[in-house]
Nanobody, 125 residues
């Protein structure tokens, strides 16, 4: 089992930036794809960004392309989500997740088997 813990959420003004961190423990995750999801009140949990453990393999929801960047630090078993030019519609609880299988792909909820507890991100106007 992989334990995931998000941090870095908070309140930011529109146009500002935040960097979320996802620290993994309990198991080596260097061979697992990782992703960020978010869930706003009354909304379904949605895919935000994903990264495989191979160079250059990233994926983003259309709504965040050009603004958010997902990255990883293999030595720290940590995944980051750099969020720039934030908008009020980015307000949500952000969750880090790990794929169910090594070297797998996919951005659907069912593709991910381990989840963090989430961190609140609020963007004010």
């Amino acid at each position: 089992q992989v334990q995931l813990a998000e941090s870095g959420g908070g309140l930011v003004q529109a146009g500002g930036s935040l960097r979320l961190s996802c620290a993994a423990s309990g198991r080596t995750i260097s061979s697992y794809g990782m992703g960020w999801f978010r869930q706003a009140p009354g909304k379904e949990r949605e895919f935000v960004a994903g990264i495989s453990w191979s160079p250059g393999s990233t994926s983003y929801a259309d709504s965040v392309k050009g603004r958010f960047t997902i990255s990883r630090d293999n030595g720290k078993s940590t995944v980051y989500l750099q969020m720039n030019n934030m908008k009020p519609e980015d307000t949500a609880v952000y969750y880090c997740a790990a794929h169910r299988r090594t070297y797998s792909s996919g951005r659907g909820l069912a593709d991910f088997g381990s989840w963090g507890q989430g961190t609140q991100v609020t963007v004010s106007s």
